[in-house]
Nanobody, 121 residues
Framework: VQLQASGGGLVQAGGSLRLSCAAS???????????YHWYRQAPGQQREMVAA???????HYADSVKGRFTISRDNTKNTVYLQMDSLKPEDTAVYYC?????????????WGQGTLVTVSS
């Protein structure tokens, strides 16, 4: 299974971007992806969770993005989205999608390749 992230780019502070992450490959594995997450990693910083959504659409967010970012998923397209509004320079980072699958031994973890978001002041 591959997770293909896209939608990053350069935007001015206050602007918006929409990231997409499409899963492809084994249908049985994709169907087991109950949770999708977006993480980000800024230069010199640790990767942090930004938002997560479960299959029924329930979601949660890091405090730093609440009210500005919206995560959603389209199960028919095996795609998760991250709508980012009111962007700030501190949102600049490489954004990664991530989907874990529980296994008997723990979990299998699937990461996308990352997409760069740059917010200018």
């Amino acid at each position: 299974v591959q997770l293909q992230a896209s939608g990053g780019g350069l935007v001015q502070a206050g602007g918006s971007l929409r990231l997409s992450c499409a899963a492809s490959g084994s249908i049985s594995i994709i169907r087991a992806m109950d949770w999708y997450h977006w993480y980000r990693q800024a230069p010199g910083q640790q990767r942090e969770m930004v938002a997560a959504v479960i299959r029924d659409g329930s979601s949660h967010y890091a405090d730093s993005v609440k009210g500005r970012f919206t995560i959603s998923r389209d199960n028919t397209k095996n795609t998760v989205y991250l709508q980012m509004d009111s962007l700030k320079p501190e949102d600049t980072a490489v954004y990664y999608c991530y989907a874990p699958i529980a296994t008997a031994a723990g979990s299998d973890n699937y990461w996308g390749q990352g997409t760069l978001v740059t917010v200018s002041s």
